[in-house]
């Protein structure tokens, strides 16, 4: 990949703010945040707006995430599908395209490139990179959105691409374009980004048909909604989000749901699609604003799925913003619960430290996760110890267990480390957690 220039510099000059069409949605729109909706007979009041076109990527850290991961990953689709022997033509369909652009307080320009914007400007870069080593890849763009008004706004954005790439803006739903688009793209390498506001407008089902040859998907949605959705009665939209409705098996007593486990779950369900050899998902969680949107990606490749990493781990999470690899945070959990379990037989018994390291050697816990399970079962009552659990405490502590340790599942809390004890050492003593 040596050469390739970044494409984070835009590729042409953007108009200032597009003017906005009149819309079909109520109210005004003022400015990016702000609608005037009528007070009856208390005049006009401005309400910040939650519509997606009114939305400043300077409160949304996820969504710039998001962006910042696929601005460094579409252009590698594209380059690695489009030197491919018979790669003539790769597509690009983003099925909840958005307004094109947001307001952007970091960004010198005042505003920064959504989703469609971002792959623009991949293509005409991977297109033009192509083209010059001899490769006569076409890349074609399809943006489907189901608001008129923000499919005008969209259009606008896009002006500056006319006649340099082959976009398309698809008014309608994700449901009803996919087939018409599956067709179209038929037999070329092609990336399907899904990314709805919440879940409820991506049926499984949509997810399914993308799954073909030399076809990848990156879908975004909103975790929070989910579990939120997840606890009620009638969870009917979670089933056709999930594909089936064993997620009701997660279900606790009081109804909420490890949001982990969920997407653990997805991703096995999008892995059982043949087309999904590899597949990941990832939590953006930013816990300032509660926000939790995940990403799970289904593709045929090795290669695809190295590359979205890195292109997630290069993506800036500035502001608190933290990116969750979930099935290893479900493969630690499941590792910390084995834990649990492996220490039974040492009920009634005072060890050290060493011990109950040789009883765990099978699950192979660094050590600050071995703390946590023993921190986890002081609060149960089934162990305590002298001084502290800190490698450098002394005297090492001993642990002395319950007489019965009841199997119990870790509840997923990270409680705060301790810090060491210290005194002096006896002449000839050792500090730490001592010999085994
Ligand atoms: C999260 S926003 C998209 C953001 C965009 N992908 C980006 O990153 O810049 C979701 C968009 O999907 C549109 N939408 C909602 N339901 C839809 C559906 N069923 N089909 C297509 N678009 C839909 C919304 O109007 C909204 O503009």
């Known amino acids: 990949m040596a050469g390739i220039r970044a494409p984070d510099q835009a590729l042409y000059t953007a108009p200032t703010v597009p003017p906005q069409p009149p819309g079909d949605d109520p109210g005004v729109q003022l400015d990016f945040g702000l609608t005037v909706e009528p007070m009856g007979r208390r005049g006009r009041l401005a309400r910040p707006s939650r519509a997606v076109a009114a939305r400043r990527l300077d409160?949304?850290?996820?969504?710039?995430?998001?962006?910042?991961?696929?601005?460094?990953?579409?252009?590698?689709?594209?380059?690695?599908?489009?030197?491919?022997?018979?790669?003539?033509?790769?597509?690009?369909?983003?099925?909840?395209?958005?307004?094109?652009?947001?307001?952007?307080?970091?960004?010198?320009?005042?505003?920064?490139?959504?989703?469609?914007?971002?792959?623009?400007?991949?293509?005409?870069?991977?297109?033009?990179?192509?083209r010059d080593r001899g490769f006569g890849t076409e890349v074609h763009l399809r943006f489907v959105e189901k608001s008129k008004r923000t499919a005008n706004l969209l259009r606008a954005a896009l002006a500056p691409f006319t006649g340099k790439i082959d976009y398309a803006v698809v008014d309608?739903?994700?449901?009803?374009?996919?087939?018409?688009?599956?067709?179209?793209?038929?037999?070329?390498?092609?990336?399907?980004?899904?990314?709805?506001?919440?879940?409820?407008?991506?049926?499984?089902?949509?997810?399914?048909?993308?799954?073909?040859?030399?076809?990848?998907?990156?879908?975004?949605?909103?975790?929070?909604?989910?579990?939120?959705?997840?606890?009620?009665?009638?969870a009917g939209l979670v089933t056709a989000f999930y594909g089936d409705d064993m997620w009701r098996a997660m279900r606790r007593d009081d109804g909420s749901i490890d949001a982990d486990v969920f997407l653990e779950g997805y991703r096995q369900r999008l892995a059982v699609i043949p087309a999904f050899r590899y597949t990941s998902v990832r939590r953006i969680h930013f816990p300032k604003n509660h926000a939790n949107r995940a990403i799970a990606q289904g593709c045929g490749s090795r290669k695809g799925l190295q590359a979205w990493s890195e292109a997630i781990r290069k993506a800036k999470t500035t502001d608190g913003v933290l990116v969750l690899d979930i099935a290893r945070e479900v493969e630690r959990r499941d590792a910390i619960d084995r834990a649990i379990e492996l220490l039974a037989p040492v009920a009634g018994s005072n060890v050290r430290y060493g011990a109950i390291l040789q009883v765990l050697a099978q699950v192979d816990l660094p050590d600050p996760d071995v703390h946590q399970v023993l921190l986890f079962m002081r609060e149960l009552g089934q162990v305590t110890w002298t001084s502290t659990l800190h490698a450098a405490s002394v005297p090492p502590p001993i642990f002395g267990f319950a007489e019965a340790i009841e199997p119990v599942r870790w509840d997923g809390v990270t409680r705060a480390e301790e810090r060491p004890a210290l005194r002096a050492l006896p002449a000839g003593g050792s500090g730490g957690y001592g010999p085994a």
């Open 59 to 130: 409160d949304h850290p996820q969504t710039r995430v998001k962006l910042d991961a696929l601005r460094n990953y579409l252009p590698r689709f594209i380059l690695i599908l489009g030197q491919g022997l018979k790669a003539r033509h790769v597509y690009i369909i983003d099925l909840f395209a958005g307004p094109g652009r947001y307001a952007d307080g970091a960004d010198p320009r005042g505003w920064s490139e959504g989703s469609p914007l971002v792959a623009c400007e991949a293509a005409l870069y991977a297109q033009e990179w192509l």
């Open 172 to 234: 309608g739903t994700a449901e009803d374009a996919a087939p018409v688009l599956l067709t179209e793209s038929r037999g070329h390498p092609t990336l399907a980004f899904l990314d709805p506001d919440g879940f409820k407008e991506l049926p499984f089902e949509v997810v399914r048909s993308f799954g073909r040859r030399y076809t990848e998907v990156l879908i975004s949605f909103d975790v929070q909604g989910v579990i939120r959705v997840a606890g009620l009665e009638d």
